[in-house]
Antibody
């Protein structure tokens, strides 16, 4: 079964850090581009970051540029999101997603919840 | 930055047709994706390349794109279609931009 599973979410204080992981199974992870997307409470989907299949091309939304870092380890079939200097408005469910035709995301993880609060 | 505008909400009676729009400058020149998200669940891709459906998505879901507006049409709406719907495009800055989302209510 093609699957993505996120982990690493939790409660963190403002200014703190957290590292999210996304583990892939059922497909050749190294062949696919990947994205991180979040949904904050009461808000819509927000794209955060893209990484190419080999990890050489990386892009970020302005809202997280300079604070978040995406990376991947194709040998471990894993995608990561290092989140630093967290703020209350980073509170959200974070999803990893596989990119396919026409920049669409055809496979999504179930999400991991990040809560930034003192 | 590129902005996609969706109506916050759309209501439709069961069996009728729902139309959800996604406005953006010259969006007709871009490839549009549509996602469905139900409460507590991950988003599901329902339309890509403006009008193509992934396997398993009912033919009741269709898409079109021209000029400054892309449209998702849901025919013969069912109670189970009640969800949030999002359009999404790739922008030249390499951002993957989402619309604000539309809550579909089945009356």
């Amino acid at each position: 079964e093609v699957q993505l599973v996120e982990s690493g979410g939790g409660l963190v204080q403002p200014g703190g850090s957290l590292r999210l992981s996304c583990t892939a199974s059922g497909f050749t992870f190294s062949a696919y581009e990947m994205n991180w997307v979040r949904r904050a409470p009461g808000k819509g989907l927000e794209w955060l970051s893209y990484i190419s299949s080999g990890g050489n091309d990386i892009y970020y939304a302005d809202s997280v540029k300079g604070r978040f870092t995406v990376s991947r380890d194709n040998a471990k079939d894993s995608l990561y999101l290092q989140m630093n200097t967290l703020r209350a408005d980073d509170t959200a469910v974070y999803y990893c997603a596989r990119e396919m035709h026409g920049y669409s995301s055809d496979i999504w993880g179930q999400g991991t919840t990040v809560t930034v609060s003192s | 930055s590129y902005v996609l505008t969706q109506p916050p909400s759309v209501s439709v009676a069961p069996g009728k047709t729902a139309t959800i729009t996604c406005g953006g400058y010259n969006i007709g020149s871009k490839s549009v994706q549509w996602y469905q998200q139900k409460p507590g669940q991950a988003p599901i891709l329902i339309i890509y390349y403006d009008s193509d459906r992934p396997s398993g998505i009912p033919e009741r879901f269709s898409g079109s794109n021209s000029g400054n507006t892309a449209t998702l049409t849901i025919s013969r709406v069912e109670a189970g279609d009640e969800a949030d719907y999002y359009c999404q495009v790739w922008h030249i800055t390499n951002d993957r931009v989402f619309g604000g989302g539309t809550k579909l209510t089945v009356l």
